[in-house]
């Protein structure tokens, strides 16, 4: 691969590393077998039951608390437990990004450029449910993608928008505590992973990715609150995307300064204060690189109007029926109604009035002719302690293929279904969408979009 290296890249490639043996190393990478990796997905289960379950080998990447090496020949996006949400398939590099972020619980979260939903996802499940997440992206296809994502992985506590950065920043000053910019960029560091990339690369690329990266940041600045801290990354290697990047935005914002940033485990510190690279021949991952910084200063915090929640008693009353009936308890968040389709929208969203929106929050649900109808999404995201009516199917494909079965396909020790009614299908104890039982058959209620062979 390395005789399709463009010249001028490897020119910029000596510049940064200018020891001819490391720059050596680094070439002898791109013949080396790249390294898989997968998120386990604390939402839904705990790690010791999924190390358990998991059907292959998993060996921790040493940056991210979720993180696992798996072998590409295991198939782990062909297997139930990746359509059940147990884990989201992602680059081990690609992690550390979102660690840097440290996300908590409570706290108000955007990641500006977000789909295809990786660091999205892995953001959510450190923020445990609770506060609110915003996961924007500026394609609409790749928007659904990663609503897509976030339903999959059982994420309740998010938002997500289809805006530019700069309507982001017109809908949300200074509304975030965290933000990550995961910027376009020329992909220098994929080369290895996605050869098409070498194709599409050229100094005026990156000039052209350079703008656009500074223009994000731009925006971002804006939307961040006092104190608050701001993540930079990219998958490109080249300084001009890198760290004149962030030279050149601190130079233009003087409230910003970097944060220390732990680099170890073979993340070398990059060459400005407050930022990491990750390099193909110092770990087993591609080539990453991420800035940290925080905002200084007192900056007034704009007021909102706030998500109105559905006060209709007549529309309320047979959801809060269902929810009484089906759910061990209730999920805070402000109910809304778009047409018929019920959402929880997460606390503290302002409100959603002229914001272009992909997914307002978990889809709790349809109303039909006095009668609540559950959402597939609400039923992605249940633990089984949070539902009362659950059953324990033994082959998951049959499921997955939206097939009903019967009482012989239960695993009645691992079941509570009692009564006819709605029930979520499990299977190792993740789940996998709705089910209605009617005298001893159980109609799948998978959604036909998303049915797969096994």
């Known amino acids: 691969m390395v005789e399709q290296l463009p010249a001028d890249f490897l020119e910029e490639i000596k510049e940064i590393l ?30 010791q039951h999924f190390l358990e379950t998991v059907p292959f080998a998993c060996k921790p990447v040493a940056w991210a608390k979720d993180g696992y090496y798996c072998d590409k020949e295991a198939q782990p996006g062909k297997h139930f437990l990746h359509e059940a949400g147990a884990y989201y398939i992602q680059e081990p590099s690609a992690m550390a990004v979102a660690e840097l972020l440290e996300a908590q619980p409570g706290e108000v979260i955007c990641d500006l ?10 953001i959510a499940a450190a923020m445990k449910q609770e506060g609110l997440l915003v996961a924007n992206e500026i394609v609409w296809n790749r928007a659904k993608i990663l609503s897509s994502n976030m339903e999959r992985m059982g994420v309740r506590n998010a938002v997500v928008c289809n805006e530019t950065p700069d309507r982001m920043a017109q809908i949300f000053p200074a509304f975030f505590d965290k933000i990550l910019v995961d ?11 996605d050869p098409k990339a070498i194709d599409e690369w050229s100094k005026e690329q990156v000039s052209i990715c350079r703008q656009r990266q500074l223009f994000i940041l731009e925006q971002a600045a804006g939307m961040l609150r006092s104190g608050g801290i701001l993540v930079y990354s990219t998958c490109t290697f080249n300084a001009e995307e890198d760290e004149k990047v962030i030279e050149t935005f601190l130079k233009n914002h003087e409230e910003f300064e970097p944060v220390p ?9 990059g060459g400005l204060a407050g930022t990491i690279r990750l390099w193909p021949h110092r770990l087993d991952g591609e080539g990453h690189f991420a800035a940290k910084l925080r905002k200084k200063g007192v900056f007034p915090k704009a007021g909102y109007p706030t998500v109105q929640a559905e006060k209709r008693k007549e529309l309320l009353k047979p959801v809060l029926a269902f929810e009484q009936e089906f759910l061990q308890k209730t999920f805070e968040g402000t109910k809304v109604f778009f047409g018929e389709e019920l959402y929880l929208v997460p606390e503290r969203m302002r409100d959603l009035k002229g914001i272009k929106i992909v997914r307002a929050g978990l889809h709790l649900g349809t109303n039909k002719k006095n009668r609540f109808e559950p959402a597939h999404a609400l039923a992605a995201s249940l633990r089984k302690e949070e539902v009362k009516q659950y059953v324990t199917i033994k082959d998951p494909g049959i499921y997955l293929k939206g097939e009903s079965f019967s009482e012989e396909s239960v695993d009645k020790e691992r079941s509570a279904c009692e009564k006819n009614g709605w029930a979520v299908c499990y ?14 058959v159980y109609k799948n209620h998978y959604p036909k979009g998303l049915r797969l062979q096994f």
């Not at 077998?33 to 790690?47: I, S």
């Not at 940033?261 to 510190?269: E, F, L, R, S, T």
């Open 18 to 47: 200018t020891d001819a043996k490391e720059y050596e190393q680094f070439l002898n990478s791109f013949e080396k077998k790249r390294a898989y990796g997968l998120r386990y997905n604390p939402l839904l289960g705990d790690r």
């Open 261 to 269: 940033v732990n680099a170890k485990n073979g993340i070398v510190p």
């Open 113 to 122: 450029c977000a789909a295809p939903g990786g660091k999205s996802t892995q």
């Open 183 to 193: 910027a376009p960029c020329s992909g220098e560091g994929m080369f290895r992973k």
């Open 427 to 440: 299977a190792a104890d993740y789940p996998l969408g709705l089910c209605k039982y009617a005298n001893g």
